[in-house]
């Protein structure tokens, strides 16, 4: 079993920053890929990033390329997503989960899922 809990989310205005914490705990070992995926009530799930935590390999929706960052502190077991220029679209609320590898992850194939953070950003 992984247990993530994710903190960080708020209120933004728009061109604002937030920077979204996933502290992982529990059999990590067996999960190589971690990923941040956000929802928007009545739209599908998006993978907005994802990291392979063995390496340094990452992945990014062409949505927030340029705009995002993912990074990790394997020590603290923590997934970060720093996110910059944040625009109204960006309004959602935001899971870290983890999956298998990075394949895995940008696929959506996840195993384990945090509670979600709530991201708002307004014009």
């Known amino acids: 079993q992984v247990q993530l809990v994710e903190s960080g989310g708020g209120s933004v205005q728009t061109g604002g920053s937030l920077r979204l914490s996933c502290a992982a705990s529990g059999s990590t070992a067996s999960t190589k890929g971690m990923g941040w995926v956000r929802q928007v009530p009545g739209k599908e799930r998006e993978v907005v990033a994802a990291i392979d935590t063995g390496g340094t390999r990452t992945y990014y929706a062409d949505s927030v390329k340029g705009r995002f960052t993912i990074s990790q502190d394997n020590a603290k077991n923590t997934v970060y997503l720093q996110m910059n220029s944040l625009k109204p679209e960006d309004t959602a609320m935001y899971y870290c989960?983890?999956?298998?590898?990075?394949?895995?992850?940008?696929?959506?194939?996840?195993?384990?899922w945090g509670q979600g953070t709530q991201v708002t950003v307004s014009s």
């Open positions: 989960a983890a999956a298998d590898d990075l394949p895995s992850a940008v696929n959506g194939m996840y195993y384990y």
